[in-house]
């Protein structure tokens, strides 16, 4: 799970979350899914070892070559 403003353009929050996937490796390809509730994102590194590093530290599965993120957005304070 990421947590992210998910009111956020595709163009802009494709940007956020390309900076944190960056931690794990090189970014390949991002695709927004808003239709789902929670917004999810599939996310392509690279390489498979990336892609399994991605899983470890924040994707909720695997899916094909990549990952899919269940994106959240912040609760309010």
């Given amino acids: 799970m990421l ?5 956020l353009p595709d163009c802009e929050l494709r ?7 960056a931690k794990y490796g090189i970014v390949k390809h ?3 899914v808003r239709q789902q509730r929670p917004p999810r994102c599939f ?6 070892p990336e892609t399994q590093a991605l899983l ?4 909720d ?4 070559i990549g990952a899919v993120i269940e994106l ?5 304070h």
């Fill in 3 to 7: 947590t992210v403003d998910t009111s």
């Fill in 56 to 59: 470890s530290a924040i994707a």
């Fill in 43 to 48: 996310v392509e590194m690279s390489t498979i």
């Fill in 72 to 76: 959240r957005t912040p609760s309010p």
């Fill in 15 to 21: 940007t956020v979350i390309a900076r944190e996937c």
């Fill in 61 to 64: 599965s695997p899916f094909g």
């Fill in 30 to 32: 991002i695709r927004i």
